[in-house]
Structures are given as C-alpha cells and as structure tokens.
C-alpha cells in the first residue's frame, strides 16, 4: 500500500498543480523525483510534526490541496491539537495518509504504533476515514482527494486482504444471519473465522462516515459484530445510533487498550489481540451462542 | 485609541491587550497591502496573529479600518456578537486564523509562505505577531529552525513584555538563529514600520521590546 501511496501521489503531484506534499523525514527518499520535479509542492520540514500539519493548514488556507504523511503515531497521534485547530477550526482541509496502523510495526514497540488514531479523528468533525484492506484500494481513494478541499484521513497498512473491494459503501460478500462488519484488512480474517458460520459478512474501506443506513438495511437478527484493525469499540457508538429504536445485542472486536509489550511480527500482535482467524472465531462463537453452523 | 477602550470598556485592561496596538497600528496603516475591498484576494498580503489572546487591540485596528462595523467592538465576548476573546476566521472579515491556543500561528504562516510561493505569488508578504511567553510553545521552534533551514522570507513579530515565566537567556533573537533580526522600541511607530518594511531572502524576526 506504500508503494501505491508513493507512485500515486506522485503522478496526482504531476498532473495537478494545486495538490502539495508535506513530509516529515518518513518516506521522503521515495519521493526525491518528485520533490526535484516540483521543489515548491513536495515539501520535507524535518521531523516536525506539529510543523508539518501547521504547513498543511497554511498550504490549505492558500487555496492548495496538502497531503501529509508519516506513521499514524507520529501523524495523528502527536500533532492532535494542530490537527484539531489547523484544519476544521480554520475551515480547511487536508489529505493525512499514514503507514504503521496498529502495529505493522510490531518489531519497534509501541512507540511506533497507533491503535488509537481513528478514535483521535472521532473527536473531532468531518474527517472521512478510509482504512483500504488492498493495495489496488489506494489510488482511487487518493486521487479522489484530490477532487475537493474536505478533510480526510487514510490509514495504510502492510496486512491487506487477497483481493480489493472497490467503493466506499458497505460490500456483502456473504449473506446469512447475523451481520459481521469486517474493516478494511480485517475482512479476509473474518472471513476465514466465520466460513462455516451463518453470518452476513459485509466489508467497508470507509468507515467514516459510516454507512449507517446500509448497515441498518443489512440487519436481519438482533446480532452485530463489527471487526476494526484499530480500538476496539471505535464504532459502537456509531452502530448504536445506526440500530437506535431496534432492539440488538453487538460485539465490537478491535485492538485492545492494554499495551502488549512484546514485540514480534505482525501476526503476533493480531493473536494476542484476538484479531487473528482462531481469537475472531472464538469471540464471534461464543457471542452468537446457538446459531447452527453451515453444512 | 478610543475605539481600544470600546472593547475593553467592561473588561479589565490588560497589558496583552494594549502590548499589540502600535505594531498592529502600523501594519494596517502603513505595511499590509489588505483592504476591506481585498480580503479574499489571493494575492493580498498576509497578517495571522498567533498570540490570539488579548485580541482587543487587534478588532479596535479592523474596526477603525473599516473591516466590520465599529458597533462590533461593544458586545466583545457576547452570544450574538462575531467578536470573541480569541478571534475566528470564519467569523471576522480580514481574520485570517483563528487562535488562542499558542504555537500555532507561526507554523501556519509558514504553510501560507510557502502555498503563496508555490502559486507564483512572490510580492505577497506573510507577517505572524508572536507573545514572548507564546515562544515558550516548542511548536514555535520547529517553525523557527525550518524557515531560516529553506530561507523562507517571513516576517515574525515579536512582542517582547518579559511575560515568559522562565525568561529567554540571551534574549529574543538567540532563539531564531539565521532569521534577520531587528529590536525595536515597541511604542516608536517609525522605527517599528522602518523594521517591517525591510526585506531579506531569508526569514526576518522583529523584537518589539516594551
């Protein structure tokens, strides 16, 4: 998704002269050309956080289009106030586009990881949050971005599914009981968890705004499992006012709030966090009680 | 200045207040190209005012040169008035940010220097006005340290009344190595317009000593 993140906004940065980048350090070698084509537009401030989103909103009140980008702790989680004020209080917008996720970086510690991002952008207005689970999901989100001055957030991550779901609304890729909402890489997991269960699975790229009338529509049994690769519960809220006056029962399946301090891969984190096909299978089981498995 | 008792007419005068005046003076009289007719020219000369506190001086500045009505500054601070105790943008004509939470003006300015480079538009001037405690902000000094790096031609104004509660050893222009740097008497118009008005290719930082 990095990859994609870099050979897209590359050419968004060649074709359309109001579009900016602002760097932070993090992947600024990948974007030497580009910064040697466009010395005004591609901009490396350091390692200055709280810098690079100030310049964001400066850039935006000129009338330009800024993307940023680092690790989502050092994007999101460090610069939060600037976040907050530099952009909506102004009235502008920017395109934040982080790597790192929950803990792609499993190896560096918890420094490095941002479970908590998502959560962060919920506390304030009018962030549209893409969390793509498939490379091939990257460049029609950024270059989409590209087409208005709103403010949105996109969260890459090395774990991606085995194929792309294109589009921001809800996909069903199985239909069934009760509905499981699987968030970007979560999906191929859930689905793996659930294969022979009688459950609706249903993916979104775009958790915010959430799809609230079409996960409403796909509601069939008072049950909900929303599956997110961030906090856990991020979207209970969201799915209460979406289900508000139905009477439902939901499992909100994340990242937890106690640091896990190992380090590891990856996939050790998903584990030791329930997030991995056995931990989803066992809380999504256990949740649905007696809904009769598939043949 | 009549019209700065008129803001603070029912609130206690505060030196943040009037600390600002004569700087604020000059640049709307004499060194911002902005009018009431301009302020969405994208070509106008840029103010943003970081240290948003103490905004009485600022409003009693746009009022008298005409950016809103002067029947504004009677109701500062009040439900129905645009005027609040930290300005917004979205609400006051000519405002160009909202502030009040230190150490994000002179960040901004930045991004705005650079946006306005970037789209050609070179004569444009960015001025920021900055509080000797605001400096106090380590946010301040990732602006500081990047602008002089890329030689971006800024001006940051800083209004020095000793507010910082540790102090700046050394002083004021110790803290902006490789910006240009004039100390002036922050009360002395001429010499205060005569430090703004001077350009450099690099970032420029004016101490208004009070």
């Known amino acids: 998704m990095r990859e994609t993140f870099i050979t897209t906004t590359t050419a968004i940065l060649d074709e359309d002269p109001r579009t900016a980048l602002v760097l932070a350090d993090i992947s600024a070698d990948s974007f030497t050309d580009a910064q040697r084509r466009h010395p005004e537009r591609v901009l490396n401030v350091g390692i200055r956080e709280q810098l690079m989103a100030g310049v964001g909103g400066g850039l935006a009140l000129t009338g330009m289009r800024p993307y940023l980008h680092s690790y989502a702790t050092f994007l999101i989680d460090r610069a939060y106030e600037q976040i907050k004020l530099d952009f909506a209080h102004q009235d502008v917008g920017a395109v934040l586009v982080s790597i790192g996720a929950s803990y792609d970086a499993a190896a560096e510690g918890y420094t490095h990881q941002s479970p908590g991002d998502v959560a962060l952008l919920d506390t304030l207005d009018g962030w549209t949050v893409h969390v793509p689970g498939h490379r091939d999901e990257v460049a029609a989100i950024l270059r989409e971005a590209a087409r208005h001055d709103d403010r949105v957030y996109v969260r890459l991550s090395t774990q991606e599914n085995s194929r792309p779901h294109h589009g921001a609304g809800l996909h069903v890729l199985r239909s069934g009981g009760p509905l499981v909402v699987a968030v970007g890489p979560m999906l191929d997991p859930v689905l793996e968890a659930t294969r022979d269960l009688d459950v609706t699975v249903a993916y979104t790229n775009t958790p915010r705004p959430l799809d609230t009338a079409g996960l409403r529509d796909l509601v069939t049994t008072p049950e909900i499992v929303v599956v997110e690769p961030y906090l856990a519960g991020t979207s209970a809220r969201l799915v209460s006012e979406a289900l508000s006056g139905l009477p439902h029962r939901s499992l909100h399946l994340g990242v937890g709030r106690t640091e896990v301090r190992r380090y590891g891969s990856r996939d050790d984190h998903a584990r030791a966090h329930g997030l991995d096909p056995a931990g989803l299978r066992r809380s999504i089981e256990a949740f649905l009680g007696s809904w009769t498995q598939r043949g | ?210």
């Open chain 2, 1 to 210: 200045m009549k019209l700065l008792s008129r803001v603070t007419a029912d609130v206690k005068h505060s030196p943040s207040a009037h600390s600002t005046l004569d700087v604020l003076w000059v640049l709307y009289d004499r060194v911002l190209r902005i009018t009431p007719e301009t302020i969405d020219d994208p070509g106008r000369d840029r103010f943003f005012l970081s240290k948003g506190h103490g905004p009485a001086a600022y409003y009693a500045v746009l009022a008298a040169k005409g950016f809103f009505p002067e029947e504004w500054l009677d109701d500062m601070g009040g439900w129905d008035s645009p005027l609040g105790h930290h300005p917004d943008r979205v609400l006051i004509p000519g405002v160009e940010i909202g502030t009040g939470s230190l150490g994000h003006g002179l960040g901004i300015a930045v991004g705005a220097a650079l946006g306005l480079r970037a789209q050609g538009h070179l004569d444009t001037r960015t001025f920021v006005l900055l509080g000797d405690a605001e400096l106090d902000e380590g946010s301040n000094h990732e602006a500081i340290a990047y602008a002089a790096a890329v030689g971006l031609p800024i001006t940051a104004i800083v209004i020095d009344n000793h507010s910082s509660t540790h102090g700046w050893p050394g002083g004021i222009p110790a803290r902006f190595p490789g910006w240009g740097v004039s100390v002036v008497n922050g009360r002395d118009r001429d010499e205060i317009e005569r430090s703004l008005r001077s350009v450099e290719n690099r970032p420029r930082l004016v101490v208004a000593a009070l």
